[in-house]
């Protein structure tokens, strides 16, 4: 039996589509938050782990200054590094929930394990379509920002097209413009104001980064007035790589607010565009009569 508390497809205005957004994470919590721990923990310590090898080259610049443009130049490709796993994270994030509102839907429920792996046929094709999406932006970015944030909000549907219309990466791509027409201005509220308590949500967890950086701020004037890159060292520590993995596990379980608000968009942009909720409901009655 289906999820008949949370109905998808249906037209729903700004408020109701953030309150719908906040209910259903609400309700579904327990079942939401193991698979993205699952996911969020292992690529947040991949991430602090490269991230405090690169704080800590950053700290010791100044020892060694003739080493200066080698360890610049492992940083990039450190930094390139980072941004694979924040994709690669990404895209299983947005799998793994979509996945779990599909099968929720149905009266579905599986073990955080068994969902993850239903969800993982998906991902390969989510990377390439947020690479895909976020090139877009960045080009248009580069030549003038309007453009650039126009296509980002244009391009936001892909990802829940993809998931549940299970279509191709292009055709998906191509469709986001589409449902977008006329509600551009409504999407990037929902984008701006989940987008903003997203970012409180990783705020909270990134606190104990802040405490140890100002902590040895303080502690260590003496080092920091003869060497100002000396602050970057503490990310190098043992308990500096636990505070940036505990942040970083925090933001990414933060990003389930704006996936979230972003397909009950879809939802609401697809039942206005297509009827697809009431089209499901006739087939429906149509197989019981």
């Known amino acids: ?57 950053l700290g010791n610049m100044m020892d060694s200054p003739e080493q200066s443009l080698e360890f610049m130049m492992q940083a990039q490709a450190t930094n390139m590094v980072n ?33 993850i792996k239903l969800s993982s046929k998906y991902v390969l094709g989510l990377i390439g379509l947020m690479f895909l999406c976020g090139l877009v932006s960045i080009v248009g970015m580069i030549f003038l920002i309007i453009p650039g944030i126009y296509l980002m909000v244009a391009t936001s549907l892909s990802a829940s097209i993809y998931m549940f219309e299970d279509i191709s990466v292009s055709d998906a791509f191509s469709k986001s413009f589409k449902l977008i027409r006329g ?10 104001v989940s987008g903003i308590i997203a970012f ?6 990134a606190i104990p980064s802040y405490i140890v950086l100002f902590a040895d701020f303080f502690t260590n004037q003496e080092s920091l007035e003869s060497d ?19 942040s970083t596990v925090g933001s ?25 909720g009431l089209k499901s409901q006739i087939e429906d009655f149509e197989n019981l009569s």
Request: proline share 3%; aromatic share 18%; glycine share 6%.
């Open 1 to 57: 039996m289906s999820d008949q508390k949370f109905v998808l497809y249906r037209q729903r205005d700004f408020s109701q589509k953030m309150n719908i957004t906040i209910d259903y994470i609400r309700e579904h919590f327990s079942g939401l938050i193991k698979p993205i721990l699952i996911i969020a923990i292992p690529m947040g310590v991949i991430y602090a782990i490269i991230t405090s090898w690169m704080m800590g080259g």
């Open 83 to 115: 941004l694979a796993v924040v994709l690669v994270a990404y895209s299983f994030l947005i799998a793994v929930i979509c996945t779990y509102i599909k099968e929720a839907d149905a009266g579905r429920k599986h073990e955080p394990m068994d969902l």
């Open 183 to 192: 509600k551009w201005w409504s999407t990037f509220g929902l984008m701006i």
């Open 200 to 205: 409180l949500i990783g705020f909270l967890f």
């Open 228 to 246: 100002p890159f000396s602050m970057f060292q503490s990310f190098d520590t043992w308990y500096g790589s636990l505070m940036t993995a505990f």
């Open 252 to 276: 990414y379980c933060s990003y389930l607010v704006p996936i979230m608000a972003l397909s009950f968009q879809y939802f609401n942009l697809s039942e206005r565009m297509e009827g697809t």
